[in-house]
Structures are given as C-alpha cells and as structure tokens.
C-alpha cells in the first residue's frame, strides 16, 4: 500500500470504514488532535475545559465516522464537529445567551463593503488578539475561520448552518465590529 502516512483523510477513513483498524483512525486522530486542541481552547478560554473537550470531540468523531459523506473535506466537517461541541458547551454555560442569531433583513448591498479587508491583514498580531477578545464570540470565530483559517464563504456557511448570504452579512459586520473595536482601542493609530 506504500507509505499510509501520505494517504489522504478521505483515503484513510474509507480503509478505516472497510477494515475498521484503529490504525487508520490513530493517523486521523494525530492529524487533528492539535487543531481541534486549538480551536477548543480559542473558543473556551479554559485549558482544562479543551482538554476534555477534545476527549468529547473525538469521541463525537469516532462515533460518527460511518455518518461522514464525503461531500466535504473530512478537516471542515472536524472543525464543524469542534466548532458545534464548544458552541454548544459555552450556551450550556450560559456565557453566551445567542449565538448566531442576528437575522439577515433588509441588508445593503453586499459589494459596498466599506470596511476593507486589508485592515485586518494589516494589524499587527498582538493587536488584532485584543481587538478580538472584545468582539462578540460569533464575530470573533466567523472572522478567525475567514483569515486565520483560511476558509471559504460555503465551509463557514455549512458550519455554522447559515446561507452563503448570511455569512457575507456576518463577516461584513464582524469586520465593521473589529476596526470600531479597534478604533476604541488604539485612538491614536
């Protein structure tokens, strides 16, 4: 079979499904165990929280691996998983009473988008952490997946189960949020 190391995610759970070795799934699960680690951590703020939310997330995962269709990229639908779990873990908290739940009415016309984008590339690092600790939680993560992750418009849009529309919106008024934010914090700048 060669090197099984080299195989694609989606090459490594069909011979998980047909064999169902848990070899192929140790390589899923080494693949993903930091990013999900990360994820956790970005959206929970609690060390001890990610660790046993990575626990739950791959069991969720492994559980649920003879449901994946392979009409996305086995990474998006991890990160859906991840997503979800800690979305769901903050509501039961009761840090966050909604989370996605602005409704898209009446909205401008997506292409006028006054807030340029090049403003979030240009801030430096730090800066933007802290611009993004004081936005709203759906703000922050829609505009972590965009640039930081580097995710298209329909992976967000399936994540978290709004239109491609919406998530324009979404992304449209986090950015707005992020440079008025950013505004109030910095001034001088």
């Known amino acids: 079979m060669g090197n ?23 390589i899923l699960h080494g693949r993903y165990i930091n990013k999900v680690y990360s994820k956790s951590i970005s959206l929970l703020k609690d060390e001890a929280a990610a660790e046993d939310a990575v626990q739950e997330i791959f069991l969720k995962i492994f559980l649920n691996l003879s449901k994946f269709t392979f009409r996305s990229k086995f ?3 991890v990160y859906s998983i991840t997503y979800n ?21 009446n909205h401008p016309d997506l292409k006028a988008d ?3 984008e090049k403003f979030l590339k240009e801030i430096e690092f730090q800066r933007l952490g802290r611009v993004l600790d004081k936005i709203p939680l759906d703000d922050k993560t829609v505009l972590i997946m965009k ?8 992976d967000i849009s399936g994540i978290i ?3 491609e529309s919406a998530v324009k919106m979404k ?19």
């Open 75 to 77: 990474s998006t639908w």
């Open 161 to 163: 189960g709004k239109s």
């Open 85 to 105: 779990y800690c979305i769901d873990l903050l509501r039961k908290q009761k840090k966050y009473k909604k989370i996605f739940s602005e409704e898209v009415e």
């Open 147 to 154: 640039y930081k992750d580097d995710m298209g418009i329909k």
């Open 114 to 116: 006054e807030v340029n």
């Open 171 to 189: 992304i449209k008024r986090a950015k707005a949020k992020a440079k008025k934010t950013y505004e109030k914090l910095f001034p001088n700048e």
């Open 4 to 26: 099984i190391k080299k195989l694609t995610d989606e090459e490594l759970l069909k011979l998980y499904l047909e064999n169902r070795s848990d070899h192929y799934f140790k």
